[in-house]
């Protein structure tokens, strides 16, 4: 029997062991090739993901700019149960925000410069400055339901009215409308109008009598005057574009002085075309400045939007031509364009809506 000699092995040393160049270069590569694909996976589901929050923030600014400017077109003209079409609303208060309801209850001007106000209660105001040349300006008058009630009967057009609710909402020489379906009438209240006891007097008023002796069918409402417009937000983008929003100016309950509030931002542009019925009893839908445009027979609006949102979320410039009523929105710097928007990275969408007026129909 041969015996191995002491310390020798039948087994030999492997010293090639570990990866060859070759195969860490394959690794580097597949390595590489994955990361490469999950920054790319993540870059897109990021864009997206911005894109996504784009257009949702949009629809959003879109509905809710609808929805305020509808709110008040659809009841211009409103005073109760009666027709503002048969029933002329008297007017007894000193600086009343109306001479003559029935004329100023639907009002509208293309903005084509800084002087597009003059002639009107907005010459030298705020809003005629501001207003963003190229867009529209809309303005709406009605009475609005208050938690007021008549609570005593009038024996005379001089008597006081007696009333209830929440009568914190009006401060003396506040505007009041009061109506039932037979006749409407607008005062100052001259007395405190927390004491339940509203008086008429000829001290903020033409005249201390009403049209009527009105009862508990009467309803009291707040006199609402607004005008909707788009202007500049004086903020900008990360470009530095301006950023623009839609606008409300509200003429205070004492009337003559003027509120503007900043409603929904990111509108850009807003264009409107007034369905007036003709004597044919056909709609004709213009713009405001068109010539023998009676706005007493206007009976629908329709109303344009142009939104943007303040995130730079395209990888393009925005190249698009946008169809508004009655006006064509196409890129900065294109040739003979009356109405331009910025060429940026911004994403926008148009909004219309047609608004039938309910005391017109």
């Known amino acids: 029997m041969n015996i191995p000699k002491y310390g020798a092995s039948k087994h030999k040393l492997n010293l090639s062991s570990g990866l060859s160049l070759i195969e860490l270069l394959i690794a580097l590569a597949l390595s590489a090739t994955l990361i490469v694909g999950v920054i790319t996976v993540y870059l897109d589901s990021n864009q997206?993901?911005?894109?996504?929050a784009s257009l949702a923030k949009i629809q959003e600014s879109g509905r809710i700019a609808t929805e305020i400017i509808a709110r008040d077109v659809r009841m211009a003209g409103f005073q109760g149960c009666a027709d503002p079409n048969s029933v002329a609303m008297n007017i007894i208060a000193n600086d009343p925000p109306t001479a003559d309801f029935f004329e100023s209850t639907l009002l509208g001007w293309e903005v084509g410069g800084t002087s597009w106000?003059?002639?009107t209660s907005f010459s030298g105001e705020a809003i005629e400055t501001a207003a963003r040349v190229g867009s529209d300006v809309i303005a709406i008058q009605r009475g609005d339901m208050v938690p007021i009630q008549v609570t005593g009967n009038m024996t005379d057009t001089n008597a006081n009215i007696q009333v209830s609710g929440q009568l914190s909402l009006f401060q003396q020489n506040d505007v009041v409308l009061i109506s039932d379906c037979e006749n409407a009438d607008l005062f100052r209240i001259s007395s405190t109008p927390?004491?339940?006891?509203?008086?008429?007097?000829?001290?903020?008023?033409t005249s201390?009598?009403?049209?009527?002796?009105?009862?508990e069918t009467a309803r009291i409402m707040r006199f609402s005057s607004t005008a909707y417009f788009v202007a500049d937000t004086g903020r900008e983008d990360l470009a530095g574009n301006p950023?623009?929003?839609?606008?409300?100016?509200r003429e205070t309950n004492a009337g003559g002085v003027f509120v503007i509030d900043e409603l929904v931002e990111g509108v850009e542009s807003m264009q409107i075309l007034y369905g007036e019925r003709l004597s044919s009893d056909n709609i004709r839908y213009v713009p405001a400045g068109t010539s023998g445009l009676d706005m007493r027979n206007v009976v629908a609006v329709k109303i344009g939007l142009l939104i943007s949102d303040a995130e730079r979320v395209q990888t393009a410039?925005?190249?698009q031509?946008?169809?508004?009523?009655?006006?064509?929105?196409?890129?900065?710097?294109?040739?003979?364009?009356?109405?331009?928007?910025?060429?940026?990275?911004?994403?926008?969408?148009?909004?219309?809506?047609t608004i039938n007026i309910r005391n017109r129909i």
Do not use: C, K, M
């Not at 508004?324 to 364009?337: D, E, F, R, S």
């Open 48 to 52: 997206t993901s911005r894109l996504s």
């Open 208 to 215: 201390n009598r009403l049209s009527q002796a009105y009862n």
């Open 117 to 119: 106000a003059n002639g």
């Open 243 to 249: 950023i623009f929003a839609l606008y409300r100016q």
């Open 321 to 353: 031509s946008y169809q508004l009523p009655g006006q064509l929105i196409q890129p900065a710097g294109t040739a003979g364009a009356s109405v331009t928007h910025p060429a940026d990275n911004r994403i926008r969408r148009t909004f219309e809506s």
């Open 194 to 205: 927390t004491s339940g006891t509203w008086a008429h007097a000829s001290n903020v008023n």
């Open 317 to 319: 410039p925005d190249q």
